[in-house]
């Protein structure tokens, strides 16, 4: 069995538990995680282990507003590992920057608005910010059109470009600029299918050439 290895915050909030389960549950499907049962823990998971690393993050509640936020990565052989160490740093840099926002969307302050309902009374509201991934939906539009550009000349930037920037948009069409990832999305499937055919006219050339050689 591997060994186990997580980050761990733990902070005190004056919110009840609802209010942490809301803002979590958000976040996490936002930024792409499922909530899974892992070894009898429902963590949330996000990436295969192929394409994408594994990763797990969990938040838990416990009485007078005590919260634990736990993050770890599954290593190649099963064991957990935290978030320092040179070993897949990108992701572990990635995930850090992630828990840091979870940690500061738990801890804010809430205020309240006043509504008026249908029948002219007021009724005062929470008002809770939410976690909107407006800078993913920015990188998909830049990925996009840079690996446009690129995959032509150099076919593997363009392709993998186009990837980031799929999955870049996926999640900024959770956001308040849903149209910047929508535009975002399409430039990066154009990327990836430019990619592709400088890869069969880059083959088609280097396969006429060498025929050439032989004629």
């Known amino acids: 069995m591997g060994k186990k290895r997580r980050f761990v915050a733990e902070f005190q909030i004056n919110q009840p538990e609802n209010f942490v389960a809301f803002i979590a549950n958000d976040y996490f499907a936002k930024e792409g995680f499922k909530l899974v049962d892992y070894k009898g823990e429902a963590v949330w998971k996000r990436g295969d282990g192929f394409w994408v690393a594994r990763q797990y993050m969990k938040v838990t509640y416990a009485a ?30 990635k995930m850090k920057k992630e828990v840091e926002t979870l940690i500061s969307l738990l801890c804010q302050q809430t205020g309240t608005s ?10 005062a509201a929470p008002v809770v910010a939410v976690h909107n991934p407006v800078g993913q939906a920015n990188a998909s539009l830049a990925l996009g059109i840079i690996g446009c550009s690129a995959g032509w000349f150099v076919p593997f930037v363009g392709l993998s470009l186009g990837i980031v920037g799929i999955i870049s948009a996926s999640k900024g069409r959770k956001s308040t600029s849903k149209g910047v990832a929508t535009v975002g999305m399409v430039f990066s499937i154009i990327s990836i299918v430019v990619a592709a055919i400088a890869y069969i006219v880059n083959f088609i050339y280097s396969y006429a050439m060498f025929s050439g050689m032989y004629y």
Not at 73 to 90: C, Q, S, T
Request: net charge negative; hydrophobic share 50%.
């Open 114 to 123: 006043v509504q008026t309902m249908a029948d002219g009374t007021t009724v």
């Open 64 to 93: 007078g507003g005590a919260v634990r936020v736990e993050a770890f990565m599954r290593g190649m052989f099963g064991g957990e590992m935290d978030l320092d160490g040179v070993y897949g740093w990108a992701v572990k840099a």
